[in-house]
């Protein structure tokens, strides 16, 4: 054989992690465009809700435009739509090219994706209607979620499918993040719509639903895209693979303990909130190891954000993870708790976690998977990078300003002599920050929704390599799939 | 006072326990967790093996005669080129 030709084992796994690709086409399409049409549903309500701190008297006179209900919507529409769509869509993905078999199930998740988005529509119009069940986090109402359930249900059967036909035995540990979260997440929302809950345990319940939401369905996730996407675009394994698993169980066994720690200072049990407060403070160790293992992983190596869309997002996103992880664990103290809460530091804080770790690296896992999927590449890396400069500097102005006026105005709530109007005149800039960090988001989203609707479509030209923001050095990004190509087209049957 | 909601509470927390565990100890006598440092390994391949970033999807049209250009050559060190090494259950190998 020429030397610049691939070996046949070579031919068949390049061929057959097409074929496995191509399976999962219309489901992660699906789930993903899905998810990114409630993004931008969302990022208006989030533009609308941010917008009225700083002109109050905008938008009042119809009750379905008011704070009350865009605020919820806002919420709603991004964590049920956008981050658990797209969520599920990237999930997809990397399940089926980490058991290196062809997708089971297509029609139970393409039956999921209809489900899902009648329950978001029902959720969204609901809350805006004023039938909002006053439950944060979970303010559809109930008849929404008679259709996500058995969506994320629909989702897990066949997870557990297309487990039963892996063609591989070591579970690689991108495998247990994804299958631990779609156990987690409908044990989760099906544990907290029971009907057993009133009174002081609703609101315990209430927190540890909603802070186990972000750490046990969107968490995994983004974990377990970044451990597949920062060693496969760089070329090197994880840094210690039994770290990996030293996280993954850790978050696992503490993780659920935390939530009533939200609820410091109000009439629950000391118990509660002190058990609570140890496990938020010992999911220091999984967050950790994470840290230590993604950045050894790309120590060295930096200098390749500067070319590849999926690096950068996925970096962006698990270094975020660290920070917003470390800061939940010493928010969670109670000295810091009597200051902070109910200041704009906590939401500052949520979108630290939500958008700045969780919708960056699924950002980063959309570049990554969607040219796969579709045989096309992205159109633009001009568009590209406007997307990331838009939304990291948007994120970053979001979190700078709510976290230094938040602390301002916890500080202020606690002395008695400064008076509330004071408070509220002091936030003003801090809340101007945020509605043009938050502007900033928006119009990269509007970005992001357009690169997604022209690769579906696979407009443009075709191009004939991968879309980095600027032309990489030869030999930086590169495989053996020239070589590859050329045996594939004289032997097409293999 | 009804003791349903904590009987309740208590039939989710024995089941997500008798979950985890069932799948931690059949993880365990399944092998998943013997020979970890061979697992980081199974996201290569043949084609895309380790010490080759790798961030395309199409057939990079690359010209043998630029391999000697000058260019940040990828770490193919002999430690970390271990792909040789790894077998995959079920691998590719049996699909045409």
Known sequence: MPESQASETEVLEANWRRKVDRSTKWPVVAFIASGTFWLLVGSVFAIIASLKFNMPDWLVQQGWLTFGRVRPAHLNTVIYGWISMTGVGVATWLWARLLKTELRGRWLLMGSVVLWNIGMTIGTIGILAGYSRSIEWVEMPLAAFAFIVPAMAMVTAAFLITLRHRRVHHLFISVWYTGAAMIWGPFLVIAFLLPIYSGVPESMANWWFAHNILGLWITPIGIAAAYYLIPKVLGRPVYSYHLSYLGFWTLALFYNWAGVHHLVGGPVPQWSETVSIVFSMMMIIPVVVVAVNHHLTVVGHFKKLIYSPTLRFVVFGAMSYTAVSLQGSFQSLRFWQEVTHFTHYVVGHAHLGVYAFATMILFGAVYYIMPRIMDWEWESPRLISIHFWTVGLGIGMYVTALTIGGTIQGFQLLDADVAFLQIVEDLKPWLWARSVGGTLMVIGHFVFAYLLYRIIRRSGVAQTGPTYFRPAPEGMFGSRAADVKASLEERPGL | ?96
Do not use: K
């Open chain 2, 1 to 96: 006072m009804t003791y349903v909601p904590l009987l309740t509470i208590f039939v989710i927390l024995i089941t997500g326990a008798a979950i985890t565990l069932t799948v931690l100890f059949r993880s365990i006598q399944d092998g998943q967790f013997s020979n970890l440092e061979s697992g980081a390994y199974v996201i290569f391949d043949e084609d895309e093996p380790v010490g080759v970033p790798q961030d395309q999807v199409f057939w990079q049209d690359s010209d043998p005669d630029d391999a000697s250009s000058d260019h940040t050559s990828p770490d193919r060190s002999p430690e970390n080129d271990r792909s040789a090494d790894l077998s995959v259950n079920g691998s590719s190998s049996s699909t045409s």
